[in-house]
């Protein structure tokens, strides 16, 4: 299976500790892009890769989250001091860029922070 | 924030019968996109309809787009049990913006 893996699937993790979250993309996509998800919503954007390059960071991200995409391969989601409210499904995606604007998903990675 | 807001949030059908959702949105796009989430295959990509399209189709989905109201539905004919699932519809921002902006999604459940 060749499609966007992310690891872990799910973490529990207690308020106040770091977590990080890995994604790898489907190869050879330059684009990257972390959303988060919480209970009867839709995906919210974090931020995205075009290769190594971080080009846009949402709002939502606060200087507690920080992601890197090295080398333009897999990437990784850091969250400093884990709070409650950070609870929450991580999604990965991947797009090809190249003017193709569909994105594929990974499984996510489900955080919960007690 | 959400661009988009499906119509309705939830709709219970019986398999074979025919699904509509609508979606909303709020500022002007290039494509709309419809996904299709469910616990088994997480988020799928179904369709994508452009600016200056009306109607799309591809298998059993048929997508239409009315951006004079800014506004796009999915029909889903035939449906079938393995159709249960949310769908959500997501704009991203043109040009060389490609960040999806998603709905709040319709919960679809198709009775056997």
């Known amino acids: 299976d060749t499609g966007v893996s992310q690891d872990p699937r799910h973490k529990i993790t207690k308020r106040g500790q770091n977590v990080t979250f890995r994604c790898d993309p489907i190869?050879?996509?330059?684009?990257l892009y972390w959303y988060r998800q919480t209970l009867g919503q839709g995906p919210e954007f974090l931020t995205y890769?075009?290769?190594?390059?971080?080009?846009?960071k949402s709002r939502l991200l606060s200087d507690r989250f920080s992601a890197e995409r090295p080398k333009g391969s897999f990437s990784t989601l850091e969250i400093q001091r884990t709070e409650q409210g950070d609870s929450a499904m991580y999604l990965c995606a991947s797009s090809p860029g190249q003017g193709a604007r569909e994105q594929y998903f990974g499984p996510g990675t489900r955080l919960t922070v007690t | 924030s959400q661009q988009g807001e499906e119509d309705p949030q939830a709709l219970s059908i019986q398999e074979g019968e025919n699904a509509t959702m609508n979606c909303s949105y709020k500022?002007?796009?290039?494509?709309l996109q419809w996904y299709r989430q469910n616990s088994g295959r997480g988020l799928v990509h179904l369709i994508l309809?452009?600016?200056?399209?009306r109607e799309k189709h591809s298998g059993r989905l048929r997508v239409t787009l009315d951006t004079s109201k800014k506004s796009s539905s999915l029909l889903i004919t035939a449906s079938r049990a393995a159709d249960t699932a949310s769908y959500f519809c997501?704009?991203?921002?043109?040009?060389?913006?490609?960040?999806?902006?998603f709905g709040k999604g319709t919960l679809l459940t198709v009775n056997p």
């Open positions: 890769f075009q290769n190594e390059a971080q080009l846009e």
């Open positions: 309809i452009r600016s200056n399209e």
């Open positions: 500022t002007s796009i290039n494509n």
């Open positions: 997501a704009t991203d921002g043109g040009g060389s913006n490609y960040k999806l902006t």
């Open positions: 190869s050879e996509h330059n684009r």
